[in-house]
């Protein structure tokens, strides 16, 4: 990622993560795309 260009003011932006699952099946058979989403989740939160 190149940082030089992250200015104060993309850094005062809130931002959103929205994680969804198709459908139950997935939620079930797809734990590892799921735990990528969680990770993405969580790297946002760290940021704040």
Do not use: G
């Amino acid at each position: 990622m190149n940082t030089d260009q992250i200015t104060p003011s993309h850094l005062s932006r809130q931002a959103y993560v929205y994680i969804r699952q198709s459908s139950a099946h997935q939620v079930i058979h797809h734990q590892e795309s799921r735990r990528l989403q969680r990770r993405l989740l969580q790297r946002a939160e760290d940021l704040e």
